[in-house]
């Protein structure tokens, strides 16, 4: 158990890595867009290699921070019944969803995509469109991102049988653990706003408050 545990958390370390790497990969498609945008209504130049690189990386966001958005716990759960159960019972459904549901749809997947990546590469598959980019790379982000997600639900089913077994607490706590970063962000602005509150309430206070009479001036 314990060399799986470690095994566990190296692949939370990297998947923890590879997502905020991933996460400027947003920054870098906004700047791409904005100077195409630019360069469009200024000076009336466009690419298709530019556009076809922000779908690129839009693919790159989702596929290669899948399994950092399941060490977060960031997936879409229905927990209409597993909430009425206990934790046990909880992790158990998760177990047999991890076993039975995710990895062989990320075995599928890349079984069915490899074989696209690989006759790109050979042939070197371009865009149709005028100045478009080669094809190979974004082909090949879906079987490296559904390893990347298989990976993590390896580490993810670790840390269960592990919890069940009592070698460790509760690994969906631990994963809603925010990083330092969001958690700075978040206290920003609701400070903002608990400011942006008060001010308004005192504005409404002072407009409903009766004016106290003026005492006479001696």
Do not use: C
């Given at each position: 158990?314990?060399?799986?545990l470690r095994?566990?958390?190296?692949?939370?370390?990297?998947?923890?890595?590879?997502?905020?790497?991933?996460?400027?990969?947003?920054?870098?498609?906004?700047?791409?867009?904005?100077?195409?945008?630019?360069?469009?209504?200024?000076?009336d130049?466009?690419?298709?290699g530019m556009?076809?690189?922000?779908?690129?990386?839009?693919?790159?966001?989702?596929?290669?921070?899948a399994?950092?958005?399941?060490?977060?716990?960031?997936?879409?759960?229905?927990?209409?019944?597993?909430?009425r159960?206990?934790k046990?019972?909880?992790?158990?459904i998760?177990?047999?969803?991890?076993?039975?549901?995710?990895?062989?749809?990320?075995?599928?997947?890349?079984?069915?995509?490899?074989?696209?990546?690989?006759?790109?590469?050979v042939?070197?598959?371009?865009?149709?469109?005028?100045?478009?980019?080669i094809?190979?790379?974004?082909?090949?982000l879906?079987?490296?991102?559904?390893?990347?997600?298989?990976?993590?639900?390896?580490?993810?089913?670790?840390?269960?049988?592990?919890?069940?077994?009592?070698?460790?607490?509760?690994?969906?706590?631990?994963?809603?653990?925010r990083?330092?970063?969001?958690?700075?962000?978040?206290e920003?602005?609701?400070?903002?706003?608990?400011?942006?509150?008060?001010?308004r309430?005192?504005?409404?206070?002072?407009?409903?408050?009766?004016?106290?009479p003026?005492?006479?001036?001696?």
């Open positions: 158990m314990r060399l799986l095994l566990s958390g190296f692949i939370d370390r990297l998947t923890e890595r590879i997502g905020r790497a991933t996460l400027w990969l947003v920054l870098v498609a906004v700047v791409i867009s904005s100077g195409n945008a630019v360069s469009r209504k200024l000076f130049m466009s690419s298709n556009l076809e690189i922000q779908w690129y990386l839009f693919a790159a966001v989702f596929l290669l921070g399994g950092y958005t399941m060490l977060r716990q960031g997936h879409v759960k229905i927990d209409v019944i597993s909430n159960l206990s046990r019972m909880q992790i158990i998760e177990l047999f969803g991890i076993a039975v549901f995710l990895f062989p749809f990320v075995v599928i997947v890349i079984r069915l995509v490899w074989p696209l990546v690989m006759n790109a590469v042939s070197g598959e371009m865009s149709e469109n005028a100045g478009g980019l094809r190979w790379p974004v082909y090949a879906v079987p490296l991102g559904f390893m990347l997600l298989g990976a993590q639900g390896l580490s993810e089913f670790i840390k269960r049988v592990a919890y069940l077994r009592g070698a460790i607490d509760d690994p969906t706590k631990l994963a809603q653990n990083p330092a970063e969001l958690a700075l962000a978040e920003i602005r609701t400070k903002q706003v608990a400011g942006e509150v008060i001010d309430v005192e504005e409404i206070v002072d407009m409903i408050e009766p004016k106290k003026r005492g006479d001036v001696q």
